[in-house]
Each structure stands twice: as structure tokens, then as C-alpha cells.
């Protein structure tokens, strides 16, 4: 059997909000793959903010392991990019390709950041967003690559800001998402949104069809994820489910076939000991994943009986560690803070709203547990009530026990240094747009 492909399809900011998973964001493409393929209907990224979530999935590691406490083009970096996975499938003779957005280095183009990336060639999109990005990976399919190939085909697409609805995204007939009310603006909100959803599923049919044209699709692993939830109040940069909970499907070669759909819990970390096993790869001894293969042969109906997620600094510093099993989730703050840390979540009229009604003035708890069987959207804290002692004290020592297994960087003491020369802004602020202090000046 000869080696397989890799194509890497990766948006920004959609969660699970997308047609395979229930709801009413029309994703004919998506939705053909999955039905294609393998979709994983409990899978989560290992941090809710842009780079920590993808360092970690192409590292195989959390993301405060890699190195990855921040955002990439505020200055942050990993501690090694010797261990993105690009590198790893170099040594086993793969050409690799970059399409679009990344996230795990500065938005740069030079050679020297690709190089430092692993890759060994970048297509011409002209931008990020995804017609051009399509297009690009489109035409490069087409041209009969060599093989064994990884393709990473980043959109901008779900980010914001959104275009105005148009006539296919009604705001009168939209559900906003779950942690919102139902108002004229959450309804807008997400319509606009859901015409950037419809942007990538397009996308994604165009690469998909480029691999059907060219009888690459027999022998090649299609992963389409996201890097975490929505940019709505409450859902990105959050560790509820709205905010870790992320699309994940696979189709390809070995079992990712069949319409399959997983209920088994997944990391994003689990992806690149994956890959290793498909590969027959050996493992790199940094890898804190685990191969999701038996969930795949039907061998066990699961492979994580707990994952756990992380935020140290967004836009602004906001600590904060979570662990999830099937029945709870235990989110822990650090750093003593109890107010919303506004500049972290994006400018936006739900965010408007939530503002006009006094969430500035919320106050935040320092742990957080929830029972995701009789509350599965986490809005009943129940850490401080007694008759549930029991699995606090379980989770926050699962949550302890990771802290410690991983050297996290919050054991050391508080504040975690940013950078020298990254941009953090104020968390007594309100938007990530106003500006940030540079570290070090």
C-alpha cells in the first residue's frame, strides 16, 4: 500500500455550529464528508484561543507544553518548533505544503518563518480567506503532486467581523447560539455568521472535488477541525463546552469511512499519535496524546476517560485550567481576578448586548463544577454546595495531577511572564482592539 496523504483543512472560530452536528448552519460539504467519513461528536481542542489550540494539535502536546501560552502574532512562540508535526513527517519522506492561515508562528511570509514552520513550499492564496485558499490548494491537487504529501489549507472563515446577512441567512427565522438570549441582535449575529460558514463549507467542497478529480481522495486522510468555539460571549477563549467543544471529522484510508460517528472523548492531541500509528511512525517522546485508532477498529468505545484545556493569555492575561470527564467538568481560575476579562472576547453585537445589560459587572467564581449529565450547558456551579464534595475533590485533584504531570507554568508562581516584545492588553479594558502595552518597553 503505498504511503498516505495528509490534507489538513483547519477554520477559525466554528465550534461544533456547523450542519453535521445538528444545527441550522446549512454545510452540504461538510456534511458529504462526514457521512464520507468519521465525525466525533465529543471531541476537544486543548485550548479555546487561536494558537494555544492548534500548537497543541500539531505538537501533540498541551499547549503550555509547547510553549504556546499566547497568541502568535502578539509575540508568542512555541519552545520547539523541531516538534510541530510538519517536521516529523519530513523525516518519513513527506512533502509538505502550507495553504493559507496558520496560526502557530507571526503572520509572516518570509522564508525564514516557513523554514522554522517545516514546511517546504507555500501556495499563493493572495489572502487567508477561502475562495483564494480553495483555490490555491485546488490547483496545486490538480497538478499531480508528489506523493507522500501534507497539505495544511487554513481559512480565516468562521472569524470575524462578519459580512451583513444576506437573503440566504433570514435573521428573523435564526436560533442564536445556546449561552445567548434570543434578541433581533444575537439573531443578526448569527446569520452573519452563518454566511461565513457557508464560505468555507464552499470551500471545502472545492478541495474535496479537486481530490475526487484526481482519484487522490482513495489514498489520502482528510482531518477538517477547527481551532475552538465561536467568537460569541461566553463561548471562545471559554473552557464550557462552548468554548473547548470543536468539530473534528476524518475520511480516508484504514477505517475512516462509513459515515461513522464516535461518542468517545478526544483531545486535538490525539491527532498527532494518530497520524504516528497510521503511519507506523514512532512516537516522539514529547507526545502527551493518544492514538484514537481504537475507537476507530471498534476495540474500545473509548480512549480518554478525561481531557483538559487550558487559557493563559488571549488578547489579555486570564488563567485559567480545566479538566472534563463523561459526567463532569471542573474549571479552576487562577491569579484571584473575579471580573469578566472583557478584552477576550471579540467586539460584536451579542458582546454589545451582554455589555448594555452589566456584564461588566459579573462576578467570576474561583472553581467552577458542573454536572454535564442534568446541566450539559454549564450554567449551575456547583462546587460550592456540599452534597457534592465528593467529585470536586476528585476533579481538582485530576486537575492538580495534570499541573504537575505537565509543569505547568502556573505552579511556578503568578503572573506567568508574557514574552519580551509580545502585546498584551489591559483585562480591565473592554475591547482586544484598543491598544496593547508591549512587554519589555
Given at each position: 500500500?503505498?504511503?498516505?496523504?495528509?490534507?489538513?483543512?483547519?477554520?477559525?472560530?466554528?465550534?461544533?455550529?456547523?450542519?453535521?452536528?445538528?444545527?441550522?448552519?446549512?454545510?452540504?460539504?461538510?456534511?458529504?464528508?462526514?457521512?464520507?467519513?468519521?465525525?466525533?461528536?465529543?471531541?476537544?481542542?486543548?485550548?479555546?484561543?487561536?494558537?494555544?489550540?492548534?500548537?497543541?494539535?500539531?505538537?501533540?502536546?498541551?499547549?503550555?507544553?509547547?510553549?504556546?501560552?499566547?497568541?502568535?502574532?502578539?509575540?508568542?512562540?512555541?519552545?520547539?518548533?523541531?516538534?510541530?508535526?510538519?517536521?516529523?513527517?519530513?523525516?518519513?519522506?513527506?512533502?509538505?505544503?502550507?495553504?493559507?492561515?496558520?496560526?502557530?508562528?507571526?503572520?509572516?511570509?518570509?522564508?525564514?518563518?516557513?523554514?522554522?514552520?517545516?514546511?517546504?513550499?507555500?501556495?499563493?492564496?493572495?489572502?487567508?480567506?477561502?475562495?483564494?485558499?480553495?483555490?490555491?490548494?485546488?490547483?496545486?491537487?490538480?497538478?499531480?503532486?508528489?506523493?507522500?504529501?501534507?497539505?495544511?489549507?487554513?481559512?480565516?472563515?468562521?472569524?470575524?467581523?462578519?459580512?451583513?446577512?444576506?437573503?440566504?441567512e433570514d435573521e428573523r427565522y435564526t436560533l442564536p447560539p445556546a449561552p445567548l438570549p434570543d434578541t433581533p441582535e444575537t439573531r443578526r449575529d448569527m446569520a452573519e455568521f452563518k454566511i461565513t460558514a457557508r464560505r468555507f463549507d464552499s470551500a471545502v467542497g472545492f478541495v474535496m472535488g479537486a481530490l475526487d478529480d484526481t482519484g487522490l481522495a482513495q489514498n489520502t486522510l482528510v482531518i477538517c477541525t477547527t481551532d475552538h468555539g465561536i467568537a460569541f460571549p461566553g463561548m471562545k477563549c471559554n473552557l464550557t463546552d462552548h468554548g473547548i467543544g470543536v468539530m473534528l471529522i476524518m475520511r480516508g484510508p484504514r477505517g475512516f469511512a462509513g459515515g461513522k460517528v464516535i461518542d468517545g472523548m478526544v483531545s486535538q492531541i490525539d491527532v498527532f499519535p494518530t497520524i504516528c500509528e497510521l503511519l507506523g511512525l514512532s512516537r516522539p517522546a514529547w507526545l502527551r496524546g493518544k492514538s484514537i485508532m481504537p475507537l476507530i477498529t471498534g476495540q474500545s468505545q473509548d480512549v480518554n476517560d478525561e481531557i483538559f484545556s487550558e487559557v493563559t493569555y488571549h488578547a489579555a492575561y486570564e488563567p485559567m485550567r480545566a479538566v472534563r470527564t463523561k459526567r463532569w467538568k471542573y474549571i479552576r481560575r487562577f491569579g484571584g481576578r473575579t471580573a469578566p476579562v472583557l478584552p477576550n472576547c471579540d467586539d460584536s453585537l451579542s458582546k454589545t448586548l451582554w455589555m448594555d445589560n452589566g456584564w461588566r459587572n459579573r462576578q467570576l467564581p474561583h472553581e467552577q463544577l458542573f454536572d454535564l449529565v442534568f446541566d450539559p450547558n454549564e450554567t449551575a456551579n456547583l462546587a460550592g454546595d456540599p452534597a457534592y464534595s465528593k467529585p470536586l475533590a476528585e476533579m481538582s485533584k485530576r486537575l492538580d495531577d495534570w499541573m504537575k504531570r505537565t509543569d505547568d507554568p502556573l505552579l511556578k508562581?503568578?503572573?506567568?511572564?508574557?514574552?519580551?516584545?509580545?502585546?498584551?492588553?489591559?483585562?480591565?479594558?473592554?475591547?482586544?482592539?484598543?491598544?496593547?502595552?508591549?512587554?519589555?518597553?
Open positions: 500500500m503505498p504511503p498516505m496523504n495528509i490534507i489538513y483543512i483547519h477554520s477559525h472560530d466554528t465550534g461544533r455550529y456547523i450542519q453535521p452536528y445538528g444545527h441550522a448552519v446549512p454545510a452540504p460539504n461538510i456534511q458529504k464528508l462526514a457521512e464520507q467519513g468519521v465525525l466525533f461528536r465529543q471531541a476537544f481542542c486543548a485550548g479555546p484561543t487561536c494558537s494555544a489550540s492548534r500548537a497543541a494539535l500539531l505538537t501533540g502536546q498541551c499547549a503550555h507544553s509547547a510553549g504556546m501560552i499566547g497568541l502568535a502574532h502578539r509575540g508568542f512562540s512555541l519552545k520547539d518548533y523541531n516538534q510541530h508535526i510538519v517536521h516529523t513527517l519530513k523525516k518519513a519522506g513527506y512533502h509538505s505544503v502550507l495553504c493559507g492561515m496558520q496560526h502557530e508562528i507571526g503572520f509572516s511570509r518570509n522564508p525564514d518563518a516557513l523554514a522554522k514552520l517545516g514546511y517546504h513550499e507555500r501556495l499563493d492564496a493572495g489572502d487567508n480567506m477561502a475562495a483564494g485558499v480553495a483555490g490555491a490548494a485546488h490547483q496545486w491537487l490538480k497538478k499531480s503532486p508528489k506523493q507522500p504529501f501534507f497539505l495544511s489549507v487554513g481559512f480565516t472563515e468562521t472569524h470575524r467581523d462578519f459580512p451583513p446577512a444576506g437573503p440566504f508562581g503568578e503572573p506567568v511572564p508574557a514574552p519580551a516584545g509580545s502585546q498584551v492588553n489591559d483585562p480591565d479594558g473592554i475591547s482586544p482592539r484598543e491598544p496593547a502595552k508591549t512587554i519589555g518597553e
